[in-house]
């Protein structure tokens, strides 16, 4: 875990994280960790660059790819920007030429914090237009707290009233835990009142995700791929929680998730269907499924990406948290979509 203040400025500019909003971007931070790597140290295969991102933040490198080409990246340098053995192919070395400081970061966690970040993060909190155009009907609760633009965005006003009501609300004791990284999610929360902070547990050390304020909200990714939670959330102050229950939420959006493996979601795509990767643009290089639509989650979300509504499309991203949540945005609207269990890299 690294704690260097000067770190977020210069992850900031590192590419897939220069796409993620500000606050996302900080949570990564804590969860990176550096390395410092003598002269003539090979990074293969030691370590998966399919599935961590590593960066030269000083000294100079060299990786060669299947292809037969090379590349010098020089920390600082434009090159650098982008993960080592990423964007150009398969990388089959990775040497370091001179000392080197390398910053890294599992892809898992990265795509932990787009999910997040997609979704909504700490922007919950802001009403935006369309739901203060909405009036009355909107999202707010009584407290004018905004439940989550993520998934419930997608919903007519009606039914954001009528979710806004079957809303449990539960109080909480400062320092009490609301969630526990590893345990089954069934629930999201959204922030009423008090202050809530979430923290992941990592080989590394234990980092802080992030501080959670009044309509901020958790848990929704986790609990719609019935999964478990990434992260522990608890009390920072007293606080009260509204909470919905998975089958609840998913029945009110009314739009089955459909999973397929990586066999059968090839089938599919045999028969006509397209792949459609919801990770950035940076994050998809080699590991790319053939012929996949770039269609990043938060592009999605906001009504960006134009599909066609006579094909079939299979969600993809880095472990299937992206790719759950685009499915049933996309269902909701009407497409005929499932999403890949697991990863891009996986099958």
Wanted: aromatic share 4%; hydrophobic share 40%.
């Amino acid at each position: 875990m690294s704690n260097d203040p000067r770190l977020a400025d210069i992850i900031s500019r590192l590419q897939p994280f220069s796409g993620l909003s500000t606050v996302t971007a900080q949570r990564v931070v804590a969860l990176s960790f550096r390395e410092y790597l003598p002269k003539d140290t090979e990074l293969l295969p030691a370590r998966d660059v399919q599935r961590q991102s590593i960066y030269p933040l000083r000294g100079e490198v060299r990786v060669l790819y299947t292809d037969g080409s090379s590349q010098r990246v020089e920390g600082g340098s434009e090159g650098a920007r982008r993960a080592l053995g990423k964007g150009r192919g398969v990388a089959t070395q990775i040497r370091t030429l001179t000392d080197v400081e390398l910053v890294c970061f599992d892809d898992e966690l990265l795509d932990v914090a787009a999910t997040w970040d997609a979704l909504g993060g700490a922007s919950w909190a802001a009403a935006d237009a369309t739901s203060q155009a909405r009036g009355p009907a909107g999202a707010a609760t009584s407290t004018g707290v905004q439940i989550p633009r993520g998934l419930v965005g997608a919903l007519p006003p009606q039914d954001i009233a009528s979710l806004r009501h079957a809303a449990d609300r539960l109080e909480a004791r400062r320092g009490e835990v609301v969630v526990s990284q590893g345990e089954l999610a069934g629930h999201c929360f959204v922030v009423e009142a008090g202050q809530f902070v979430a923290v992941r547990r990592e080989p590394a050390g234990t980092g802080t995700l992030g501080e959670i304020h009044q309509g901020g909200g958790f848990g929704e990714a986790a609990m719609l791929n019935h999964a478990a939670a990434d992260a522990t959330v608890s009390a920072a102050s007293d606080g009260t929680l509204l909470r919905w229950a998975r089958e609840d939420l998913l029945g009110r959006l009314g739009a089955p998730l459909i999973r397929l493996d990586a066999a059968q979601a090839q089938a599919r795509v045999a028969a006509g269907a397209a792949w459609l990767d919801v990770r950035q643009p940076q994050e998809s290089c080699h590991s790319l499924r053939t012929g996949a639509i770039s269609a990043p989650l938060r592009e999605l979300r906001l009504g960006r990406v134009a599909l066609d509504p006579r094909r079939e499309y299979i969600t993809c991203c880095a472990s299937g948290r992206r790719s759950a949540v685009a499915a049933l945005l996309l269902a909701r609207r009407g497409l005929r979509v499932a999403a890949l269990t697991g990863g891009a890299h996986r099958g």
